[in-house]
């Protein structure tokens, strides 16, 4: 009978067991822990010792100052073409009148293929906030060589300058001349009537906004002479150029969202001293003198009319393409000083259209002069005056690139002899332009 409650108390032990298994199976058995203890309350933060009471109150972390800033650019620009004409060789890739022929067949057959990457460039800008403000420098180059590198691919100097708050100086554009007038041209050189020149010197800006400013600089003289028809005289062996004094330049521009009117002046003295020992004495002096007025005149939709009209005497050397800034003059019976010479007068004028049709295509179409009133004793083949023109197509697939056809026309006219010689280019362009900016904290 014992047994037999056993068993049945057995039974009914696994069949509870079975089904509590099977219930935990089919659900989450969930286990309420016991209740936490009660938090301590906070205690309260000791009174300060009399070394906690001296020591100085924590200094809230610096805020980072902007720091240098640095942009590098440039661009990769190929220009090929074809000329009608013929030119000096060492210019085979520019549109010069004053480096178009003299006289009959003086650089070889007319037609020519040509091919350059000389305007490629390369440039560093970089800004450094200082407490007498930013300090501005820029170090920039291209690969056209000029001088004893003509007709070269090889490094050329651009710019080497630097700015601190109203003052600079370093080799930049001079005041005299307007860069904002250089028209939207894939042909290198640029209008031959248009002060451009690049000139090392000191030059303080004392009034500067969005617009508007004023500039006085002292520039590096320089300057040439044409010996004309005394160029094979004896007498002439001897003379050097000297320049005593620095060149002064000045620039005053008033703008706003219109465009602007900028006139510059230019003055400087040139000196020549005969070192000779003979009986005559060629030494003398001239001074040069220049007035630049220029403007840029926005009309809506991105196109600007570019304007310059400029005059003076002696400062050929600031022009985009003129020729010697003394010329001879003959001096009959003065056995002592039989030849001096003379500041040459010269006009340069210019007229560019800068011509936005699409954000994809644009246009410049333009003209300029420069005429020079030869001195009475330079050859008559002496360079008179040049004319220049150029029409444009350009196509701008995204902001950084552009390619397209322009056509130029130059022609030189000769001093007396009634030389005139035309020269008509096609050329097609392609620029690929790079920028991009190094941020640093101070």
């Not at 490094?155 to 930049?172: K, S």
């Not at 000191?202 to 969005?210: M, S, V």
Request: proline share 8%; glycine share 10%; aromatic share 12%.
């Amino acid at each position: 009978m014992v047994n037999s409650l056993r068993a049945c108390s057995c039974g009914a032990f696994s069949l509870c067991f079975l089904s509590l298994s099977s219930a935990a199976s089919a659900q989450e058995v969930t286990v309420t822990p016991p209740p936490a203890a009660p938090a301590e309350a906070p205690k309260p933060a000791a009174a300060p010792t009399k070394a906690t009471e001296n020591e100085p109150p924590a200094e809230p972390p610096k805020e980072e100052k902007p720091g240098m800033e640095l942009e590098i650019y440039g661009f990769a620009m190929t220009d090929a073409g074809y000329d009608f004409g013929q030119n000096d060789p060492n210019w085979f890739d520019t549109m010069r009148p004053t480096k178009l022929p003299s006289f009959d067949n003086e650089f070889g057959p007319s037609g020519k293929t040509f091919f350059s990457v000389r305007q490629s460039r390369l440039g560093v800008k970089g800004k450094l906030p200082t407490p007498l403000g930013d300090l501005k420098t820029t170090f920039e180059f291209e690969m056209f060589g000029v001088g004893a590198d003509a007709g070269q691919t090889t490094i050329r100097l651009r710019h080497a300058v630097g700015e601190l708050g109203q003052f600079g100086a370093g080799q930049t554009w001079s005041p005299f001349m307007d860069i904002d007038v250089f028209p939207n041209s894939v042909e290198y050189w640029g209008p031959s009537g248009m002060a451009f020149f690049r000139n090392v010197q000191f030059f303080w800006r004392p009034y500067a906004t969005e617009f508007s400013r004023v500039t006085i600089a002292l520039e590096r003289p320089g300057g040439s002479a044409d010996a004309g028809a005394y160029k094979d005289r004896v007498e002439l062996a001897n003379v050097v150029p000297h320049f005593p004094l620095p060149d002064l330049s000045a620039e005053a521009r008033l703008g706003g969202k219109w465009g602007y009117v900028e006139i510059a002046g230019l003055v400087r003295q040139m000196k020549w001293k005969d070192l000779g020992t003979g009986p005559t004495d060629i030494s003398g002096s001239a001074t040069g003198w220049g007035v630049n007025v220029s403007s840029n005149i926005n009309f809506p939709g991105k196109n600007i009319l570019k304007l310059q009209a400029l005059y003076g005497r002696g400062i050929e050397n600031y022009m985009n393409d003129a020729p010697q800034d003394i010329g001879p003059v003959a001096q009959p019976g003065n056995a002592r000083t039989p030849v001096t010479g003379k500041a040459l007068p010269v006009l340069g004028l210019v007229a560019f259209f800068d011509l936005t049709w699409t954000k994809y295509l644009t246009s410049t179409v333009g003209y300029s002069l420069v005429k020079i009133e030869n001195s009475q004793a330079q050859t008559p083949n002496a360079f008179k005056r040049g004319q220049y023109a150029l029409v444009n197509l350009l196509v701008h697939p995204i902001e950084e690139v552009f390619i397209g056809p322009e056509f130029q026309w130059g022609r030189r006219e000769n001093n007396s002899d009634g030389w005139k010689y035309d020269d008509y280019r096609v050329q097609i362009s392609s620029k690929f332009s790079f920028s991009g900016k190094i941020m640093g904290k101070k």
